[in-house]
Each structure stands twice: as C-alpha cells, then as structure tokens.
C-alpha cells in the first residue's frame, strides 16, 4: 500500500472517496479533516478505486483549479 495504514484505520473510506470526487471539496479540505496530503489522498484512491475508475477520476481532476484553495476566488462555508 501507498499510504500510512495506521491514519487510513481512523477515517471513513467511502467518505474519502465521496469527498475527493466532489468538485467543491478541495485537497486542502481533505488535509484540514483528515490529514492526509493530495498525494496520499491520489494513493488511496488509486488502492480503493478500481483501475479504471482511478483513471477518470485522475483525469477529472488534474488540472482542476477547484481542488486547490489558492486557485478559487469562493470560500466554502460546508463540507458537502
């Protein structure tokens, strides 16, 4: 596995997942709940997503200034 299994025990996977498909929620949001960096956030779901659903995935976000909070001009009020 990529990613530390002791912090992946503490988390809830499919709430990770729901998480890092959604638009609005950005890496940095992920890392301020979970602790976990974009990279560690791209292992896991490449460990917990099935091969080609990882690649959509990678492809619906890379590049996607929303994932990124110095890249938006909102401010997100929730986590959805």
Same mark, same amino acid.
């Given at each position: $596995?990529?990613? &530390? #299994?002791?912090?992946?025990?503490?988390?809830?996977?499919?709430? /990770?997942?729901? $998480?890092?498909?959604? &638009?609005?929620?950005?890496? &940095? @949001?992920? +890392?301020?709940?979970?602790?976990?960096?974009?990279?560690?956030?791209?292992? $896991? =779901?490449? &460990? !917990? !997503? +099935?091969? %080609? %659903?990882? +690649? =959509?995935?990678? #492809?619906?976000?890379?590049?996607?200034? @929303? +994932?990124?909070? /110095? #890249?938006?001009?909102?401010? @997100? @009020?929730?986590?959805?």
């Amino acid at each position: $596995m990529y990613f &530390d #299994k002791q912090k992946a025990v503490e988390f809830n996977k499919n709430r /990770l997942i729901e $998480m890092a498909w959604q &638009d609005r929620v950005s890496f &940095d @949001t992920i +890392k301020e709940l979970y602790g976990f960096s974009e990279n560690e956030v791209k292992n $896991m =779901m490449r &460990d !917990l !997503l +099935k091969r %080609s %659903s990882f +690649k =959509m995935w990678r #492809k619906r976000v890379q590049g996607r200034a @929303t +994932k990124h909070k /110095l #890249k938006v001009n909102y401010k @997100t @009020t929730r986590f959805q």
